[in-house]
């Protein structure tokens, strides 16, 4: 299937659960550093923080460092009503734009990797199809992921995603949920513990060190 059906998919499923939340809920804290729900949802949403240009011009004025420009459009972008967040995810789910040189299984990542970011702490299920998880895990441990998404070196382990029938690497085996891997390869530390494997404590030790972090994806 084409990675934009997928990540229009995907899209409308987080508005789904975007939209049943409570006040409350929009304000937990999330997975990702220092973000809220709301926060990662705007960040998600295609047109709330102006967009793929938009997103270029901050980009430009952070020194090309996509995390500290992607915290600046969330903080500019507080004001929008949680409404209208929805709303955006739903009316822009077909927009095919990615940051360039990332390629488009970039958004695919991306949107998996932030509704778990806001599922997770919300002790909400995310139910995804293997294919979407097969295609942004393999985005993941490519090298368009180490342009300051994915840290560098990750360990010489084989990572084998059980419920997706996905594996990468070479060394000792670390096995869990895609879910699981994606966070610990985002440099998230909420699922290490449905990790197994003889390679389990040699992953968890990167994702604990400095090049790991829990930082927005773009």
Do not use: Y
């Amino acid at each position: 299937m084409d990675i934009w059906t997928l990540v229009r998919e995907d899209r409308l499923a987080l508005a789904d659960l975007l939209e049943g939340l409570t006040p409350e809920q929009w304000s937990t804290d999330s997975l990702c550093s220092a973000w809220t729900v709301k926060d990662v949802a705007a960040h998600v949403a295609p047109t709330v923080g102006g967009g793929l240009l938009q997103f270029l011009v901050v980009l430009a004025g952070a020194g090309f460092n996509p995390h500290k420009a992607s915290e600046r459009i969330v903080r500019d972008s507080g004001h929008v009503p949680m409404a209208a967040i929805v709303a955006d995810l739903r009316d822009h789910a077909d927009q095919q734009k990615a940051p360039p040189g990332l390629g488009t299984a970039s958004q695919l990542a991306d949107v998996l990797v932030h509704t778990l970011d806001v599922a997770v702490p919300l002790g909400l299920p995310v139910d995804r199809p293997a294919e979407h998880w097969q295609q942004a895990l393999t985005w993941l441990v490519g090298p368009q992921a180490r342009r300051g998404f994915v840290g560098p070196d990750l360990p010489e382990v084989t990572l084998v995603a059980q419920d997706v029938e996905w594996t990468h690497g070479q060394g000792p085996r670390v096995q869990g949920s895609a879910a699981a891997l994606a966070l610990a390869l985002c440099g998230r530390s909420a699922l290490l513990d449905d990790l197994s494997g003889p390679g389990a404590e040699a992953l968890a030790q990167w994702v604990r060190g400095p090049q790991g972090g829990e930082q927005p994806l773009e």
